[in-house]
Structures are given as C-alpha cells and as structure tokens.
T-cell receptor
Framework: GESVGLHLPTLSVQEGDNSIINCAYS??????FIWYKQESGKGPQFIID?????DKRQGQRVTVLLNKTVKHLSLQIAATQPGDSAVYFC??????????FGGGTRVLVKP | EPEVTQTPSHQVTQMGQEVILRCVPI?????FYWYRQILGQKVEFLVS????????KSEIFDDQFSVERPDGSNFTLKIRSTKLEDSAMYFC?????????????FGEGSRLTVL
C-alpha cells in the first residue's frame, strides 16, 4: 500500500550543529510533500513544503531536498537550537488536502 | 495570530459512552479535518469536510464516527459508542484552500482516554 515513512526514530544533535532527517515514500504519483514539526503537547506545525517539480527548497534555517528517483526526501536544519527539539514528520498531501504522515523522527538537541 | 482551538484538552470516558470533541477552526477557513494520533504512532487522517458535507473519510471513520458543523464557528467530532482503541489524541485542522495553497493549521489536540 501507499506509505510515507522515516528512517531514524531518534536523532540527537549538539546545539549549533546541523540536523538531517530523512523520509522515504512509496507512491510515485505523490507530487507534494510537507514537513511538520510537533512539539510536546501540541499539534503538527507546518515547516516547509516542496512540490515534485523541485529538487530543493529553502526556508529560514531549513532546507528540504527531494530525490524523486529514489523516492526520498530530507529536512536539513542549520545551526540546530534547543527550540528545534521536537518530533518531525514528513507528509504527502494528496487531492483534497488529505495528508499521509510518516512515522516521525524525534530530534533531541543537546546543549 | 489566528489559531484552531479545541476542547476539551483531555477527556476520560467509559467504554460505550458517547463523546463529542469540539473545534473552532480559523474563521475564514472553508475546509475542515480531523486527524488522530494513537500514543507513539503517526498521525492518521480521519475525515475532511467542506460545504457542510464530508469530502473524504478513511477506513477508520466508521459508523461510530460523525462530524458536524452545527453553527458558523464550531466543527465537532462525535464518537457514538467509544471503544478502548479509540483512545488517542484527536487533532482538528482547517485550511483556507486546497492544494498547494491549502496549508493546514492544526489545533493542539484533544486527548481521549477510554477506560
């Protein structure tokens, strides 16, 4: 079946270092992907998105890379800060705004 | 900043009881959604709602579930006869549009515990 999944369940990173979170998807027809951040006790929060006609998109301290050949996307967080500690989900947004979420990666930022 | 608000934040109920979870979407949004997240698992789509009717629903959203927009501001999820496996965090979301310009804004969730 269709799925969007993550490689690493937990990522520990030193404050100031860069973080890379990976995600694989199986539906080759997927054309719109979003990264969400979920802090403890809160709902998912939009971070950055990318359409399938792009390979890379940059935001403020975040970059998303999309490799359609291997159906893989990643989220890079530059100069990771304590406030970046959260669970990060990739999601595939299909028609009707239906989101299919991956399993999540917990990022722990060490001071 | 506009936000989606949900009540209650936590509800404990007995198995077989009816539960209503309430949501106030962002005021100018037209599309509404419910998602759920069982503890330690990924967020799952339940239902989308537009123009006073269900647009799409998942296999999770069986006859025990219903949604309603009773007035111009609230969007509710009703579970008619709760089961133990309904214990989860339920997230309401809304969006102004669909597709690439239809960013979903999520509420902070309602935790449902079924005993």
């Amino acid at each position: 079946g269709e799925s969007v999944g993550l490689h690493l369940p937990t990522l520990s990173v030193q404050e100031g270092d860069n973080s890379i979170i990976n995600c694989a998807y199986s539906n080759s027809a997927s054309d719109y992907f979003i990264w969400y951040k979920q802090e403890s006790g809160k709902g998912p929060q939009f971070i950055i998105d990318i359409r399938s006609n792009m390979d890379k998109r940059q935001g403020q301290r975040v970059t998303v890379l999309l490799n359609k050949t291997v159906k893989h996307l990643s989220l890079q967080i530059a100069a990771t800060q304590p406030g970046d500690s959260a669970v990060y989900f990739c999601a595939d947004q299909a028609a009707g705004n239906k989101l299919t979420f991956g399993g999540g990666t917990r990022v722990l930022v060490k001071p | 900043e506009p936000e989606v608000t949900q009540t209650p934040s936590h509800q404990v109920t007995q198995m077989g009881q009816e539960v209503i979870l309430r949501c106030v979407p962002i005021s100018n949004h037209l599309y509404f959604y419910w998602y759920r997240q069982i503890l330690g698992q990924k967020v799952e789509f339940l239902v989308s709602f537009y123009n006073n009717e269900i647009s799409e629903k998942s296999e999770i959203f069986d006859d025990q579930f219903s949604v309603e927009r009773p007035d111009g501001s609230n969007f509710t999820l009703k579970i008619r006869s709760t089961k133990l496996e309904d214990s989860a965090m339920y997230f309401c979301a809304s969006s102004e549009d669909q597709g690439y310009t239809g960013e979903l804004f999520f509420g902070e969730g309602s935790r449902l515990t079924v005993l």
